[in-house]
């Protein structure tokens, strides 16, 4: 599990297929072969750790199926990454919880200042806009974000200076797409509405 709150940005250094080696400043050993780590959004498992100046390189092995459903398949070397470490107990949950299982991909439409912040508005799959509430949380590329508004199946957002600087956010403009993850309770409480035994 994760937080949705962004710990450092990595940087595809190689790919091969589905391999990919990413270049992060954690500072990894060799014990964390095995760890889970959120790759925009992307709950992965680090497969291989190198030392890399002031951090580390961690590899992760990527199926085709992940690949189809998130944006990891358009990953190219120099891309620039949310990573977040997992949740450990006695965290901070300062953010909701996210699993890192991404249920598809939305595209970013609109990107508009709002003093030193930015306004988003998003385009989600169809079979994901049930699931997004104004004043909800919402995982995109591994980011914790509230829902300001909802309109069909676009949907808007805000973020701060310090989330555009911590983040890829910054970079981010109309025609991007970003890895989604729906709010978990709201996924349950869909199902439980539409069940009848």
């Known amino acids: 599990m994760f937080t949705g709150l962004i710990s450092d940005v990595g ?17 990894l050993t060799a014990g964390d072969v095995g760890a889970s780590i959120c790759c925009d959004g992307v709950c992965l498992t680090a497969t291989a750790i ?9 590899t ?51 990107v508009t200042p709002d003093g030193e912040s930015r ?11 049930r699931y997004i509430a104004p004043k909800g949380s919402v995982a ?26 911590v983040t890829t956010w910054g970079a981010k403009s109309p025609g991007d797409d970003v890895n989604i993850e729906v709010d978990v309770f709201a996924r349950y409480v869909a199902r439980l509405l539409e069940y009848r035994p």
Do not use: C
């Open 11 to 27: 940087e595809v250094a190689s790919r091969n297929g589905g391999s990919f080696t990413i270049r992060s400043g954690y500072a």
């Open 50 to 58: 190198a030392a890399d100046g002031a951090g580390t390189r961690f």
């Open 60 to 110: 992760v092995d990527v199926s085709n199926e992940t690949q189809a459903k998130t944006t990891l398949k358009t990953w190219a070397v120099g891309r620039l990454v949310n990573l977040e470490r997992s949740l450990r107990m006695g965290d901070e949950l300062g953010g909701h919880l996210v699993s890192g299982h991404v249920d598809g991909v939305a595209k970013i439409v609109q």
């Open 119 to 129: 306004r988003f508005v998003l385009e989600a799959p169809e079979h994901l806009a």
């Open 140 to 165: 995109l590329d591994g980011t914790s974000l509230t829902v300001n508004e909802v309109s069909g199946n676009r949907f808007g957002i805000n973020l701060i200076p310090h989330s555009l600087t």
